[in-house]
C-alpha cells in the first residue's frame, strides 16, 4: 500500500515569496491533515480536511496561508507571502476515518516539505 | 500551559537497558493516545496506540495510561541504538473550537549508548 506522498522536499525561498506544497493522501482515506513541525517542537496542526470540506482550520494563518482540497483526494497548502518564521518542516498525514477517537483517527505521515525562508 | 508535557532529553540509556519516556497531559476527557517516533530528518512513524487504562504491550514496547493521573508512557525493553530518535506523544485533546484534534508534546530525545 502507497504511503502519504508530498512535494517538494525541499524549498529555499526568500522572504514574501510564496510557495506552495502538495500532497496524496493513502487510498481510501477521507481525512487529511497539514501540520507544520519547527525544529525542536512537535507537528502543530494547520488545518484538517475531511473529504472536501474543512473540519478544524483554527490555527491557520488565514492572512497569509490557504489550502485546499477541491476533489477530496489529493491537496494544497499555499504560503504567499514567507515569512522568517515560516521556516519549518510541513507534514501532510491522512486518517481513514473522520472519527476523533479510536482505530480510524490513526494519523499516517508523509515525508514532509522543508522549507527555509531566507 | 502546555496541553502536552513532555522532557526534552536528551535521555541516554545504555544498550539492553530499559528506556523510560513520560508524558502528561491537559484534558481530563481524553480518550486516544499515541507514541510517535521520529527520527532526525524523518517525518513521524506511529509505534503505539493505547486507549485503555493500564499497559498494552508490543513487542519491546509497552505503553502505560493512567487517566486518573492524566499520564501516559512508553517503555521500550532491551533498547537498541537503532531506538535511537525523538519520542512525540500525542493526544486527542479538546481544543478551544470545542473540537478533538491530535496534540503533540514537543518529544523526548532518546539516546542509546552501545
Known amino acids: 500500500e502507497a504511503g502519504v506522498a508530498q512535494s517538494p522536499r525541499y524549498k529555499i525561498i526568500e522572504k514574501r515569496q510564496s510557495v506552495a506544497f502538495w500532497c496524496n493522501p493513502i487510498s481510501g482515506h477521507a481525512t487529511l491533515y497539514w501540520y507544520q513541525q519547527i525544529l525542536g517542537q512537535g507537528p502543530k496542526l494547520l488545518i484538517q480536511?475531511?473529504?472536501?470540506?474543512?473540519?478544524?482550520d483554527s490555527q491557520l494563518p488565514k492572512d497569509r496561508f490557504s489550502a485546499e482540497r477541491l476533489k477530496g483526494v489529493d491537496s494544497t497548502l499555499k504560503i504567499q507571502p514567507a515569512k522568517l518564521e515560516d521556516s519549518a518542516v510541513y507534514l501532510c498525514a491522512s486518517s481513514f476515518g473522520p472519527a476523533s477517537e479510536g482505530l480510524l483517527n490513526i494519523q499516517y505521515f508523509g515525508a514532509g516539505t522543508r522549507l527555509s525562508v531566507l | 500551559q502546555k496541553e502536552v508535557e513532555q522532557n526534552s532529553g536528551p535521555l541516554s540509556v545504555p544498550e539492553g537497558a530499559i528506556a523510560s519516556l513520560n508524558c502528561t497531559y491537559s484534558?481530563?476527557?481524553?480518550?486516544?493516545f499515541f507514541w510517535y517516533r521520529q527520527y532526525s530528518g524523518k517525518s513521524p512513524e506511529l509505534i503505539m496506540f493505547?486507549?485503555?487504562?493500564g499497559d498494552k504491550e508490543d513487542g519491546r514496547f509497552t505503553a502505560q495510561l493512567n487517566k486518573a493521573s492524566q499520564y501516559v508512557s512508553l517503555l521500550i525493553r532491551d533498547s537498541q541504538p537503532s531506538d535511537s530518535a525523538t519520542y512525540l506523544c500525542a493526544v486527542n485533546l479538546r481544543g478551544d473550537t470545542g473540537r478533538r484534534a491530535l496534540t503533540f508534546g514537543s518529544g523526548t530525545r532518546l539516546q542509546v549508548q552501545p
Open positions: 484534558d481530563r476527557g481524553s480518550q486516544s
Open positions: 480536511f475531511q473529504n472536501n470540506g474543512v473540519v478544524d
Open positions: 493505547i486507549y485503555s487504562n
